[in-house]
C-alpha cells in the first residue's frame, strides 16, 4: 500500500441532542447526531404523535369507508 494516502482513523464519541454518547472509529474528527437508540420512539416504546391542524381527523374522515371493511 502507498504510505500517506489513506486518512488519519480517529477514536471518538458521537453525541446526540439528548445527551447520550456513543464511542465509535470514524475519520471524522466529531460526529453530532439528533436523534439515538436511547431517545428515538422505536426503541423507548414512547410514541409522540403530534397532530398539527387535525391531519389525523382528517385522514380518518377521508379514509373512514375503506378502514371499517
Same mark, same amino acid.
Given at each position: 500500500?502507498?504510505?500517506? %494516502?489513506? *486518512?488519519?482513523? +480517529?477514536? %471518538? &464519541? #458521537?453525541? !446526540? #441532542? !439528548?445527551? +447520550?454518547? &456513543?464511542?465509535? @472509529?470514524? &475519520?471524522? $474528527?466529531? /460526529?453530532?447526531?439528533? /436523534? !439515538?437508540?436511547? !431517545?428515538? *420512539? =422505536? =426503541?423507548? @416504546?414512547?410514541? $409522540?404523535? /403530534?397532530?398539527?391542524? @387535525?391531519? &389525523?381527523?382528517? =385522514?380518518?374522515?377521508?379514509? #373512514? $369507508?375503506?378502514? +371499517? $371493511?
Amino acid at each position: 500500500m502507498k504510505s500517506d %494516502i489513506h *486518512p488519519e482513523y +480517529n477514536r %471518538i &464519541v #458521537a453525541t !446526540c #441532542a !439528548c445527551g +447520550n454518547g &456513543v464511542e465509535l @472509529g470514524t &475519520v471524522n $474528527k466529531e /460526529i453530532k447526531v439528533e /436523534i !439515538c437508540s436511547a !431517545c428515538h *420512539p =422505536f =426503541f423507548t @416504546g414512547k410514541q $409522540k404523535l /403530534i397532530d398539527t391542524a @387535525g391531519r &389525523v381527523e382528517k =385522514f380518518m374522515k377521508k379514509y #373512514a $369507508k375503506t378502514l +371499517n $371493511k
